[in-house]
């Protein structure tokens, strides 16, 4: 029976192929492997001549992988490995489970074999498998604190930003005596359909998948990319209300609205994620977008659940101006927008009823709110209709807490600054006023967050005065007591691009997005899992097959730099330097570091873009440094990134194109917009997809394409706009390309591009940026880069933040596996889970899968099972 019966029998729909002189394609024929498949009796090994014939059977459709060791079981010919089917990759036979090889004697850089006696190995039917998470520390902030709010249970909950550049943000949870419980945002895995439905997901293949809200951010929810300081409420129902996002410099000038988190990650079960719309879209502001945005949004909610109490409080950045006034909304959940002011008016005052600077809200048990006037140095208290009940004099109060008792808190922070903040405390609301009680100076404090029902009364303040930490605060007989702050972690921030070292027990990982891009590289012990610094800074790294490191250097350097495996400078040959000179951009922090490797025989290939939106070039070095060929693939987009190079001398290049009929894998055909809609405003999509600044399903999916040893050109993806002589590769104009060129569509679908020399290409990986088109060249950020890579057999493993895994596909581009799924930082194993995977990195040395997840802040170690596997010695 051969595989097609096989297969049919299976229920496995066939896909006719296409030789590889035809047009490439987008989804590549997707034979689906069987995970159990077996040798169908034994490997057979025998000499005819100078050759050796390697014969086998396998029982069912599968991947093969097919390797002569040396005597110490090292791989020194990686003979063939792939999907068997119809498009099984040479040297294998098609549409046959009976394969017979040849090896020739040589290793892989064309020598002659040495170190046997040998042995033939055969694998069938690989299976990943979580071998470890590295480098992960719960509590290690990832960004700056911007709220702290405590849950009736005692539960902390902190609200940590990436800042404006990026807008990563997340939501941890501690309990009552700082200890770390759990991550909603990015919510679990575990986290039901009815929690997920209204915060968005997809349906793909029958899974259930989070969307990709934003690529610069890796955002499951809405609406969050680049949340800013603000004091969130507690809905007496027990879920958490906060303000969305005012935009970055990423993503500018987002629609507001208020949000709705379940305790547990989500939405509240019967409550839209996505309340009022609280600002309309302003869209693209230039240049940084709300990166000046300062203040913090304030909040509360009625004892009775109905009302919520708003002080949107950021402003002096464009478009935000006019959001700034000097009084209250009030809104119910049902609204469709925020109304006119409850309280107060558009200009400052000092009358009762009047605010100047309002900040801080709270709501007691009886429905009075307290509003802090910060300028007029009192806090005002109001019923529920916004009657005037009265005032207490306070020293410019920003935050403020009721407590179960009746007691109330006071941070007291100046808005310049100019003095150190003050913690205030004040008995219960009574004929009108509030007694104080206490006032202690506490420098650097910036967030105040009361336990509501804790005896006796506890607080935690968020200290930024060295640094920041969260620091828990007693208040008993009229005294405030400060006690032990809870530092951060030491683990991983942004892991980004990685190199794996088995050989001397490490992996090596560079951070961006942070300062940490200026630091030098982090080291990972493979067995303890402890971190140290190596002794090296750069931007980007890969090793070579002797555990030699190349790095591009650092910020605002130009070369390439060579060091052995303890560091030293490692001159190349016939040379006294251990640098290239190479024009690349390394800074913003990440535009220009799209992908270096080094193949078996010493080349070093080197994908450099040199300014943001003017393309990038793929070149080739020899073992020397010297330049053996300038633009081996020419006329790649300047957003396009990943690299990786075969035994053969194959590239695996990752570009951001795809077939105009098709701009998305099968997968998503139908599921999501294929709409190219730019800051909100092209025109009015339904939600989610009208909460995205960007279709990032277009602007940051791209795909792997393969170019034969000879590269290739793409035509027309370096112009738009642009005039011949600024761009990396003149020549590379759409008119120029040849009549067998394959016709491609630019990432957002305007403009026409063409490709020569590409075997196939595999679409749905990333984040790969958009070069010529969409929101360029600001806020297109160029940024965030992925790095693919490809082992010496032509296996690709490329990141897919989309679905959350790794996509393993074979030389002929026929996905093998899907390689994880879904999860948040708390997901452990055995199932292999990311939310932000974006370099890949197969160590040759041990077999094994390293993937940075960006947004567990951790890195994966994937092993490999197999279904079968056997060897043989060669006569």
Known sequence: MDVRTLLRSAGVLLLAGLPLSAAPVLAPLDVRKTDQSKLDGQVA?????????????????????????????????????????????????????????TWDGRDDAGQAAAGGPFKVRVRVGSQAKLEKYLGHDPMTLAGDIDAITVGADGELYVLVDEGFKFGRS??????????????????????????????????????????????????????????????????????????????????????RYLLAFDRRGGAPEGVPFVGPKI??????????????????????????????????CVGNAKGLEAFRKHGIYRLKWSDAKIGPLWLGKDAPGQADGEFNDPQGLAADREGRVYVCDRGNNRVQVFDAEGKFLGKFEAPSPEQIGVHASGQIFVLSRMADKSAPSRLLAFGAWKDGTAARLADVESPGVKFLALDPAAEPVRLWAVVRDKGQCLTPVAYADGKFTLGAPILGGAGLVNPSFLAADPERGRVIVKEHRTLRMRQPFRSIDLD???????????????????????????????????YDPSGKPLPFAGSESNRIPVQFRSYGPDQGLRGHR?????????????????????????????????????????????????????????????PADRPFPAEFAGVMPADNWLWWRKKQMPPPWGYIYINPYLFHMGAVFKFGPAGGVIYGEQLAKKKTDQITSPGSELTNAPADAVAYKSAYLQYDVKVAGSMWSYGGIGTIPAS????????????????????????????????????????????????????????????????????????????????????????????????????????
């Open 45 to 101: 090994v025998a000499r005819a001549g100078e050759q050796v014939k390697i014969s086998f059977t396998v029982t069912t459709a599968s991947d093969v992988e097919v390797a002569v060791l040396d005597a110490r079981g090292r791989t020194i010919r990686h003979v063939a490995a792939g999907l068997l089917g119809p498009n099984a990759p040479a040297p294998l036979t098609k549409d046959s489970l009976a394969q017979e090889l």
């Open 170 to 255: 997340e939501l941890l949870v501690l309990d009552r005596n700082g200890k770390y419980l759990r991550t909603i945002m990015p919510y679990s895995a575990d986290t039901p359909a009815q929690r997920t439905e209204s915060v968005g997901h997809l349906m793909i293949e029958g899974q259930r998948v989070p969307i990709l809200f934003s690529g610069h951010s890796f955002s499951v929810y809405p609406l969050v990319c680049g949340l800013r300081g603000q004091s969130m409420a507690w809905h007496p129902k027990g879920y958490l209300i906060a303000a969305s996002s005012t935009g970055t410099a990423r993503e500018h000038g987002p629609p």
């Open 279 to 312: 600002l309309d879209a302003r869209g693209f502001l230039g240049g940084g977008g709300e990166r000046a945005a300062v203040g913090m949004d304030r909040l509360a909610v009625s004892p009775d659940g109905l009302t919520v109490y708003l002080n949107p």
């Open 528 to 562: 303890s899992g402890k971190m140290t610094s190596l002794d090296l800074t750069g931007s980007d790294i890969t090793l070579d097959g002797k555990g030699n490191i190349y790095c591009t250097d650092g910020y605002a350097e130009t070369y390439i730099a060579r």
């Open 598 to 658: 080094v193949a078996p025989d010493g080349d070093l290939f080197i994908i450099r873009s040199v300014n943001h939106g003017v393309g990038a070039t793929l070149d080739q070095y020899g073992p020397d440094g010297k330049l053996k060929k300038a633009g081996l693939v020419a006329g790649i987009g300047g957003g396009d990134s990943g690299l990786g190079v075969d035994a053969a001398g194959n590239l695996y290049v990752g570009l951001n194109l795809r």
């Open 772 to 875: 010529i088109d969409g929101p360029t060249p600001d806020p297109g950020c160029k940024c965030m880069p992925s790095h693919l890579d490809a082992d010496l057999y032509g296996r690709v493993f490329a990141p897919d933040p989309f679905l959350f895994d790794v996509q393993m596909i074979d030389s002929a581009g026929n996905r093998i596996a899907r390689i994880g799924q879904y999860g948040n930082s708390d997901d452990a194993g055995p199932a292999i889970r990311f939310s932000g995977p974006e370099a890949c990195d197969f160590a040759e040395a041990d077999g094994r899968l390293y993937v940075s997840d960006i947004a567990n802040r951790r890195v994966v170690v994937i092993r490999f099972d197999w279904s079968d596997a056997a060897e043989k010695a060669v006569p």
